[in-house]
């Protein structure tokens, strides 16, 4: 109670309770909301200074909800007439219990609907709102269906289990557990002692279980999401069905970016409502060239190496409210194309129908070297054209000196000197390429070992030299134990060549004329994805490395190459 009080008062101090006095709000901090397991979990309530009842946006957050009225600019809401619910979610700031990711979400989600349902000032209709976490448990509350539950703006979630977190094509995201799960370690925000662990030390800290006392702080969370390194029972409370997916008919805005490290997830839930979504016209796509944070605030001009015209962004505020007033208030109908995408470097919107867009082709752009595509100064290509009788290239991938990870949309020259980065650039271009879609690498690869991990990425290359990375993620990996996968683990037969594929996710973006297409290949990214230690034994405990000799074959019978989704251009 006394932290309660202590909570009001820091936020009169800030400026709710002059905005309170102006007649705009009645605020009520520190509510209990009751759930069915007898944990309570507390939030704040702003209704509009009007008799009445309201529709409702509620937003349930593991970051502490008292700094968060003023970042997602919820005044707007309570001016539309909205009463608007911030919420801790369960072990977080003020609310109970453990917190615990993502599993208790669902049930929680629902409980705090119902409540809001059952209030004197709703009006029984709830839309949820926020993004990344904030977004994924709307999803895992629709699952739910709670009857007062209308619709959802879901601004980059997360949700493709081994493919986004907590790991990445079979690869544990280690730099995510570390900042992230370190963030969310105690009931209030830990993120700076990220900085602080020195992260940097840690490449060669063995176990990888006990990585994070090494780092400083115990996290029985990172611990769990290690010892259950398979799509096992424990994640199956995440893991989204068609019949999922079926149930779920209320308006939906998805909303992601080019950039943003959980468009996985967006699209992932994208493409599950559009292959098995009961009602097609009531969900709507946005893709801007956009980071993670980005993709709430609707853009920037400047992101990375990328600069955008002003037209690159959206008043992003005012399409929520519009989406909201739509399925809410019933005012007036949500008018927009039900996809629209920002295709960078062109610098133009689409609009469609559908996404992935009408009429693009899956399009292979090869590997071609004469054995020796090492470092951005050896001979390897990339050609329209089908590879013939050619060498194979070949680097040792020594776990204990990883290559650095480098971030997205940066230029990544720098680390293009390594022996164990394999670099592949076409001729310049001279007409434009539009790429809009999911790009995959198909690598015929070859190991020593009984386990490694082989990595790929796309760069555009300036007329001035520079190679600028494109995608959502640091890189795209596929972690060979489990190319088969997620669901169990097999060793690899040493010397033997298979073929992975290894996803890039969606790119939005136009190669102009006198740029180059490039491909990286190598085997590690550290500290965004953990070192493989090329021993096959468990991730988690073990506590040896080995140097593994890894081989890219680009040949007739074995045609690595990149597959692009080129969108045709009207002739």
């Known amino acids: 109670m006394r932290r309660a009080l202590l909570l009001v008062a820091l936020l009169l101090v800030a400026g709710y309770g002059a905005l309170a006095a102006q007649g705009t709000i009645r605020p009520r901090f520190g509510v209990p909301v009751p759930m069915r397991d007898g944990v309570t979990l ?19 957050t593991p970051y502490v909800r008292t700094a968060q009225f003023r970042r997602y600019g919820l005044k707007a809401y309570l001016e539309r007439g909205y009463a608007v619910v911030l919420q801790d979610v369960r072990g977080r700031g003020d609310s109970d219990g453990r917190f615990r990711f993502y599993f208790p979400e669902a049930d929680d989600g629902y409980d705090t609907i119902e409540w809001i349902a059952q209030q004197p000032w709703s009006n029984g209709k709830v839309g949820m709102d926020g993004g990344s976490y904030l977004a994924t448990v709307q999803w895992l509350a629709a699952r739910e269906q709670p009857a007062a539950l209308a619709c959802i703006i879901p601004t980059a979630p997360s949700g493709r289990l081994f493919d986004e977190l907590p790991y990445q094509g079979g690869a544990f995201r280690l730099e995510w557990a570390l900042s992230w799960l370190n963030g969310v370690s105690g009931r209030s925000d830990q993120n700076e002692t990220w900085q602080l662990g020195n992260p940097g030390r840690l490449a060669t800290h063995r176990p990888l279980l006990t990585m994070d006392e090494a780092f400083g702080r115990s996290m029985p969370l990172y611990r769990e999401f290690l010892n259950h390194s398979t799509l096992d029972s424990y994640w199956r409370p995440l893991h989204f069905t068609a019949q999922d997916f079926a149930r779920i008919s209320i308006p939906v805005l998805h909303v992601t970016g080019w950039y943003d490290g959980d468009q996985l997830g967006a699209l992932y839930y994208w493409d599950g409502m559009e292959a098995h979504g009961p009602v097609r016209d009531n969900r709507h796509l946005i893709i801007g060239p956009w980071t993670h944070g980005q993709t709430y605030l609707g853009g920037a001009e400047r992101v990375g190496a990328f600069t955008f015209p002003e037209t690159s962004t959206l008043p992003i505020q005012q399409v929520r409210l519009d989406f909201f007033d739509s399925c809410l208030k019933g005012t007036e109908r949500y008018v927009a194309p039900r996809v629209r995408l920002f295709l960078t470097g062109s610098n133009r919107w689409l609009e469609a129908d559908r996404y992935p867009l009408p009429g693009v082709a899956a399009t292979p752009l090869y590997l071609h070297s004469g054995g020796r595509a090492n470092t951005a100064a050896g001979d390897g290509r990339l050609s329209w054209n089908a590879p013939g009788a050619q060498s194979p290239d070949q680097y040792r991938y020594d776990p204990r000196n990883p290559v650095p990870s480098r971030g997205i949309t940066t230029d990544h020259r720098s680390g293009q000197n390594r022996q164990d980065v394999l670099v592949y650039t076409s001729e310049v271009l001279k007409d434009p390429v539009d790429v809009v879609g999911r790009v995959f690498v198909k690598l015929y690869a070859a190991s020593d070992a009984l386990d490694t991990d082989f990595t790929a990425k796309l760069l555009d290359v300036y007329p001035d ?94 045609p690595s190459h990149i597959l692009l989704p080129i969108l045709p251009r009207p002739r």
Do not use: C
């Open 465 to 558: 030299g520079r190679s600028i990375k494109l995608g959502p993620t640091d890189v795209g990996v596929q972690r060979a134990r489990y190319r088969n996968g997620y669901d169990r683990e097999e060793p690899l037969e040493p010397g033997r060549t298979e073929l992975y594929t290894i996803e890039l996710f969606d790119v939005g973006h136009t190669f102009l004329p006198g740029h180059r297409i490039q491909v990286e290949v190598s085997s590690s990214a550290f500290p965004y994805i953990d070192a493989n230690t090329n021993t096959g034994n468990p991730v988690a405990t073990d506590t040896t490395m080995r140097v593994a000799v890894q081989t890219i074959h680009h040949d007739a019978a074995r």
């Open 42 to 60: 507390v939030a704040d309530v702003w209704t509009p200074d009007t008799a009445g009842r309201h529709p409702t946006i509620l937003i349930r």
